[in-house]
């Protein structure tokens, strides 16, 4: 992965293949941003008329590369775009930091080092900084012939060091931000890795040994229920998922402890290595991406094992309910009924519906351990996306102030969310003449639907919260700031905020 450093160093001086440099849009022009003022300076001040005579504005994710000036060692500048120009007094905002970061690092493919001479005001902007740095030079090519470097993109290898300029080396916050970065950023990119693997090398056995592997290598302690103890436990919805592949299902728990922790946070992820609908089959052109469905459980499992990185003070368990759902003679049927858990009884109506089966085993188990709130992360409704696009994801919960608190907290790290209901007149929906509840109900709000199955699932008195990443987890079009092309990695970052938030004691 990409080195990450604080440098006080003077930018005329530093070796490296490029400086990167921050310019905004202003309302005459492209204006410099604090940060490159040693570069405006060996332009005679004219760097912003040069810039905007190379067709650049400022705008958002633009790149504009020029030759660096003389007495420079670095032969180039990179000005990147950050948008509007704050307004009178204010500061760029850590979110456009983050941006402007990874569309450089992306840029920069094939250096070995660069440095980033962006605005810099405090720790949180190194942090900011770095992340995008990190998230931004991020690829996936492990499958890709690329000759005699295996890890080249595209045939270049990712931008190999970022170098901090005007970060302060010795002082503990920035170190502090820069370990944070680190940390997040390489949980976050091997969420990025599973959700990338094709379901022929990931299925429910290999991501548990992925995960019973870190879990050694970072102190958490891990159990894995394969068949044989699903059956003896009686995870029914994990199991009837599972039932129609040959790859067989798991339950994975990963605890990271503290001993110094107050709180109790169990997070519960999606894990349908591939989703084929089963024998409610997908339709041409549905199937293609279908690998990705297990990125809730993906982002889970990152989110724990940077929570042990970061020694936060807070106890996180981590509950991975992974299957495959298959099409066969062995498959689950519409019109089964599975008895859950939970012990309650659900009619399955649609096998395509199979994502809130296997939660729902894995929100009771979490249950059984009485912790201070549950999240789920799931890919769970095509509706959901419907309703809030390919980049925004969905929190529906049981206590209106948790879930306001973590919208706080996705809109704090980066992450776009919107709170949505839980409407009581779609409940009735769900009404099975055959079993306690239907895993189908009203077709109108059928994210929101979804949602309130859940909740049957969760233990009295808990607080509880949903995440449906649907839309962001998967990205088809083409990079953006620091998002790639495939796997995102969606709600790690609020995952492993809102666990430094329980650990902090903000959240109550």
């Not at 041409?284 to 989110?303: L, Q």
């Not at 309650?344 to 096998?351: D, G, H």
């Not at 995440?467 to 995102?488: M, Q, S, V, W």
């Amino acid at each position: 992965m990409t080195a990450l450093t604080l440098s006080t160093a003077a930018a005329p001086g530093l070796r490296a293949d490029a400086i990167v440099i921050g310019v905004a849009k202003g309302a005459k022009g492209p204006v410099v941003a604090p940060g490159a003022e040693a570069v405006d300076k060996a332009y005679d001040g004219r760097l912003a008329g040069v810039l905007e005579t190379l067709g650049a504005s400022g705008g958002e994710g633009e790149v504009t590369k020029l030759p660096a000036p003389s007495g420079f060692k670095a032969p180039l500048v990179l000005a990147v775009g950050l948008g509007p120009v704050p307004e009178k007094d204010a500061e760029y905002g850590t979110e456009a930091l983050r941006k402007a970061a990874g569309v450089a690092a992306r840029a920069l493919a094939g250096s070995k080092k660069a440095a980033f001479a962006l605005p810099l005001g405090d720790a949180a902007d190194a942090g900011a900084i770095g992340e995008g740095a990190l998230l931004g030079a991020y690829s996936f090519d492990a499958y890709k012939d690329n000759g005699k470097d295996p890890k080249a993109k595209n045939g270049k290898a990712p931008l190999a060091e970022v170098a901090l300029l005007g970060g302060k080396p010795r002082d503990k916050a920035y170190k502090a931000a820069v370990e944070r970065a680190v940390a997040v950023s390489e949980e976050l990119n091997r969420a990025r890795d599973l959700v990338n693997t094709p379901p022929n090398d990931l299925n429910p056995e290999s991501f548990a040994a992925i995960a019973q592997a870190a879990a050694k290598e970072h102190g958490i302690k891990v159990q894995v229920l394969d068949e044989k103890a699903l059956v003896k436990g009686g995870y029914g919805g994990i199991l009837g998922v599972g039932a129609g592949s040959a790859a067989g299902p798991r339950l994975v728990k990963l605890s990271y402890t503290s001993s110094k922790a107050k709180k109790h946070l169990a997070l519960v992820g999606k894990g349908i290595t591939y989703d084929s609908g089963g024998i409610s089959l997908k339709p041409a052109g549905h199937n293609e991406t279908m690998k990705c469905d297990m990125s809730g459980a993906a982002s889970v499992f990152a989110a724990v094992v940077a929570a042990a990185r970061l020694g936060l003070e807070v106890n996180v368990t981590g509950w991975l309910a992974l299957a495959e759902n298959m099409p066969s003679g062995s498959a689950t049927r519409p019109g089964d009924v599975l008895r859950m858990y939970s012990g309650k009884t659900v009619e399955v109506l649609n096998t395509d519906a199979e994502g809130r089966l296997v939660l729902a085993d894995a929100l009771w188990a979490a249950s059984q351990e009485k912790p201070d709130a549950i999240v789920d992360v799931a890919t769970l409704t095509g509706a959901m996306v419907l309703a809030l696009g390919n980049r925004t994801f969905g929190i529906m919960g049981n206590d209106d102030a948790f879930r306001a608190a973590l919208c706080e907290a996705a809109e704090e790290v980066g992450e776009p969310a919107w709170p949505m209901p839980l409407p009581e007149h779609l409940r009735k929906g769900m009404d099975s003449p055959t079993a306690d509840i239907a895993n189908m109900g009203e077709r109108m709000g059928g994210g929101l639907v979804a949602g309130l199955f859940l909740r049957e699932f969760v233990g009295e008195g808990i607080t509880w919260a949903h995440l449906d990443i649907a839309g962001p987890a998967f990205n088809e079009g083409g990079p953006f700031g620091y998002t790639p092309k495939g796997g995102t990695g969606s709600a790690v970052r609020t995952l492993v905020r809102l666990a430094e938030l329980t650990a902090a004691g903000d959240l109550g």
